[in-house]
């Protein structure tokens, strides 16, 4: 012990003067440089240079700062290598310095020096001017040895440490004999051999067989039972191992020293277990000790326990391995390969066609004359198998084991197929290439959850295989019980799910609308687990305005379907106002918080599950485009920004001020305008198109704009949505994907006709007349007298009522629109007079002559519009009187 602990205080000493070499080097190194930068920054060091006398400056200062930071030299020199100070050796001021220094004019430089003194570390820095050109430098150099003074003031700690470790050793050594004497109660020797006696009576009375073999091969010790189990000779002890007619294994093994842990070796009838350890390590001479067993009996247990502990481990297994998804026929799949082949050879998984639509399977299924199952899933030890193939319908008849299954509820178990005779007639040929496969034996069990029965799991045995027992049934049920819930689970997800997706896609738009202003296509992918809330919407406006429309509500389910119903539906009635974006987006963010407040209400009030449904939350884009001007106005509140692609094929994003999701409220949302060009590309998005587990948001965006940019400047918008589907959605996403792409058109100069109205009642006659022409060069004459009775009762009114400036404009398209603008914002109404007014049929008349009429607000005023078709109905004019 006391050597150990002299070998551990020279270990550390030995470390600690090691230590102290690489910190005082290290000290050293970082004191020079510290010094070295901090002089040269010190004020006044490049004037001081650039002085008539830079040493009579530079050398008390170097001399102080020597002294001060106990540094071996400093010595300041020109760019040109001349000394200006030198506190080591003054006689060399004035000469050049060794050594190259041009490294250092670029910033310091620390090296290490060796001399005939030891190693000396040594920083060089420039000294800049102000306008950052190099006056001189400073070199600091200080001697390692100098640091290791640490090391000296350490030493007294560590030969305390020593002492005080020996003294430690000491006592230990004490204490561990006082303590072995405590173990042994203070015996001696005839106590201890003594001991030893007894200790050989019990190793004798044991019932395990112990002999020890010495290094020479011969028998040094064998108990009565060893005697017994290897039928031993009386006097064993000192004979070779060899002679003794053992197994040769066995006695190669007992020979041999090496360790062996219930080595198992055949004598006569008896199976042995073996443990084998050599004596060498524990004190003893050379040799082994072998102790035997007779494992005859327990290797038969054994096996049975194996057995039940690979049954639990399959059952473990299939609690992992099924139900990883929520497919119901990839939920079978994954009972058929995880029974084979710890339980079966091939495995069949039959389910009622109900159950693959998500639905609950009907009474009767399975059963002869009611509803047929399918078989969904099949796996086997080979890839061929003889059974129905997979999507095949199956019908079983009474006294089969599927149909006994289904109708008792239990597992029904046939040892030997060629004694089944209602198996074999079900199908004749089927059965006899079953037979022909090797296949012999088969347990059916239903598939029950929930007190539904949703089909059949068949296991089969072939070949080799053991046949199938009674303990197998029980198993079998277990097995099945256990998938059944995850099938379950599976089928009434793919019902939710269907449900929802049903209910998703009756919200969304099932076709676009006719108008001219935009050349529109779209893509909808919803979910492949859980369908989300998004949409998507192109609305016409008045006057041949477009607005488009793009949303995301949080979440997934029917709750986030029946969310996004709403929410388009508020999009719908409140684009029929025709309000701008920003304020579209404004109200419909009070109507989520409307409704978030309405759910946490009713969550709060005891229906279950509604409290997890508080918050909604949705994203959208709004964007308004006019063909006339084309000008586009959008907003957006979280949405992802749109992305134009120009004419050229560049492709931009939008800077477009993102806005709080809807609900969040607290900052208002920001319109931003815009002037596009005819045959410029909108793109309007969900995340799910750019964003998912394998992407984030910056790389999805990037492989949009890549894919925009790759596809064709003159392809149609069907085209490109096709190409950024194929490009960027996954086959299976994770969440819905909508894609709105919309190509700007404008209306020819020949299209549009404009006339400003002056305040004078007199004017309504000319601008009527100059209308009427128009729709003459139009070739619109039938509309002459309606479009005249409109423009006259709109362009009073605006006179009457309204304020200038006051404008008159006509739009030919698809239909003809008549707007009259002025500067007020008051709103006319439609008034039904009494026969004995004399007014007040004037708008009454423009909204029967007009297909549509309407107002809307603009920055300045309002517009009153109204819209014919171009072809005017026979008897128009005496229906409206009638």
Same mark, same amino acid.
């Given at each position: ?7 551990? &205080? ?61 540094? @071996? ?40 020096? +060796?001399?005939?003194?030891?190693? @000396? ?76 006696? =007894?200790?050989?009576?019990?190793? =004798? ?118 139900? +990883? ?51 969904? /899933? ?29 109708? %008792?509820?239990?597992?029904? #178990? ?25 296949? =012999? ?75 001219? /202003?935009?050349? &529109? ?44 119903? $709403? ?11 025709? #309000? ?5 987006? /404004? ?154 792409? /919309? ?48 423009? %006259? ?15 008159? $404009? ?11 603008? @002025? ?34 607000? +603009? ?24």
């Amino acid at each position: 012990m006391l050597v150990v602990v002299v070998l551990l &205080v020279g270990a550390a000493l030995t470390a600690l003067v090691l230590q102290a070499r690489n910190y005082a080097t290290s000290d050293a190194a970082h004191r020079t440089r510290a010094a070295a930068v901090t002089l040269s920054r010190y004020p006044g060091m490049a004037a001081a240079l650039d002085s008539a006398d830079p040493t009579a400056v530079l050398q008390p200062l170097a001399l102080d700062v020597q002294k001060s930071g106990g540094f @071996d030299y400093i010595v300041i020199f020109g760019t040109n290598g001349i000394r200006y100070a030198s506190t080591d050796h003054p006689e060399l001021i004035g000469q050049h310095v060794y050594g190259s220094y041009q490294g250092a004019l670029k910033g310091p430089v620390t090296t290490t020096e +060796t001399t005939p003194l030891g190693h @000396d570390m040594d920083t060089v820095a420039p000294i800049a001017r102000p306008d950052g050109s190099v006056a001189g430098l400073v070199s600091v150099g200080q001697s390692v040895k100098n640091a290791t003074s640490v090391a000296a003031r350490q030493l007294p700690v560590l030969l305390g440490g020593a002492v005080a470790a020996l003294a430690a050793g000491t006592g230990g050594a004490v204490l561990v004999r006082r303590r072995l004497r405590r173990q042994t109660h203070g015996q001696g020797p005839a106590e201890m051999t003594r001991m030893y006696e =007894h200790h050989d009576a019990v190793l =004798h009375a044991v019932r395990e067989g112990v002999l020890i073999v010495g290094g020479d091969g011969r028998v040094v010790l064998a108990n009565d039972e060893a005697r017994r189990l290897l039928e031993l000779p009386p006097e064993v002890e000192g004979r070779p191992v060899a002679e003794l007619g053992l197994d040769p294994g066995l006695a190669e093994l007992l020979v041999s020293g090496r360790a062996a842990t219930d080595e198992v070796h055949l004598v006569e009838d008896r199976l042995l277990a073996v443990n084998n350890r050599p004596t060498a390590p524990f004190g003893g001479g050379p040799g082994s000790v072998a102790t035997v067993r007779d494992t005859t009996e327990l290797r038969a247990l054994a096996g049975q326990a194996e057995a039940v502990r690979a049954r639990l481990r399959l059952l473990y297994d299939a609690g992992l391995r099924v139900g +990883t998804t929520l497919d119901v026929v990839r939920t079978a799949q994954e009972l058929a390969d995880v029974a084979v082949p710890g339980f079966a050879d091939f495995v069949t998984v039959e389910l009622a066609e109900a159950v693959l639509r998500g639905d609950e399977p009907l009474p009767g299924t399975g059963i002869a004359g009611g509803p047929r199952i399918r078989c969904v /899933a099949a796996g086997g030890i080979r890839e061929e198998w003889p059974f129905y193939p997979v999507g095949a319908q199956i019908s079983p008849l009474p006294g089969t084991p599927e149909a006994t299954a289904l109708e %008792s509820g239990r597992a029904t #178990l046939v040892a030997e197929l060629r004694r089944a005779r209602a198996w074999r007639a079900r199908d004749p040929r089927t059965a006899e290439r079953i037979l022909a496969f090797g296949v =012999h034996s088969l347990i059916s069990a239903p598939l029950k959850a929930r007190g539904l029965t949703l089909g059949t799991v068949t296991f089969w045995r072939a070949g080799e295989s053991a046949p199938f027992g009674e303990e197998d049934v029980s198993f079998a049920e277990e097995l099945v019980a256990r998938a059944a819930m995850c099938v379950d689970n599976a089928r009434r997800y793919t019902r939710e799910h269907r449900m929802a997706e049903t209910l998703q896609r009756s919200l969304l738009p099932r076709s676009l609308p006719r108008q001219s /202003a935009l050349e &529109v296509a779209y893509r909808y992918r919803p979910a492949q687990r859980g369908v989300g809330g998004d949409w998507f919407d192109v609305i016409p406006l008045p006057g041949f305005r477009v607005a488009l429309v793009v949303g995301d509500v949080v979440g997934h389910g029917l709750h986030a379907a029946a969310t996004m119903g $709403r929410l388009r539906t508020a999009v719908l009635n409140f684009s029929a106002l025709d #309000l701008p974006p920003d304020e579209l987006l /404004a109200r419909l963010d009070e109507l989520v918080a409307h409704l978030d407040q309405g759910e946490a209400a009713a969550g709060e009030g005891g229906i279950e599950g509604e409290g997890e449904r508080a918050v909604t939350g949705a994203t959208c884009l709004y964007a308004i485009y006019d063909p006339v001007s084309g000008h586009c106005t959008m907003a957006r509140a979280g949405h992802p920004p749109p992305a134009l692609v120009q004419t050229d094929g560049s492709v931009e994003f939008v800077d477009l001020p993102a806005g709080p999701p809807l609900g969040v409220g607290g900052l208002p949302f920001e319109t931003t305008e815009l002037q596009l060009a005819p045959g410029t590309a909108l793109v309007l998005y969900t995340n799910g198109l750019v964003e998912s587990r394998e992407r984030d948001l910056e790389s999805g965006l990037a492989a949009l704009r890549d894919c925009l940019a790759g596809t064709r400047a003159d392809g149609s918008p069907e085209d490109t949505c096709r190409a950024v589907f194929d490009a960027l959605v996954l086959p299976q996403p994770s969440d819905d994907i909508a894609l709105l792409i /919309a190509r700007t058109r404008l209306f020819e100069p020949d299209q549009v006709a404009t006339w400003d109205v002056p305040d004078d009642f007199a004017a309504v006659s000319r601008i009527r007349n100059d209308c009427v022409a128009q729709l003459t060069v139009w070739g619109l004459e039938d509309l002459s007298f309606t479009t005249e009775l409109i423009l %006259s009762e709109l362009i009073t009114n605006a006179i009457r009522y309204g304020t200038e400036p006051i404008r008159v $404009r006509m739009l030919r398209d698809t239909s003809l629109v008549c707007e009259v603008s @002025d500067g007020s914002s008051t709103a006319p109404h439609l008034r039904y007079a009494a026969t004995t007014d004399e007014g007040g049929r004037g708008l009454f008349l423009v909204a029967q002559m007009a297909e549509r009429w309407g107002t809307r607000y +603009t920055a300045r005023g309002k517009v009153i519009w109204s819209e014919q078709p171009l072809t005017a109905p026979e008897f128009q004019f005496e229906a409206t009187l009638l």
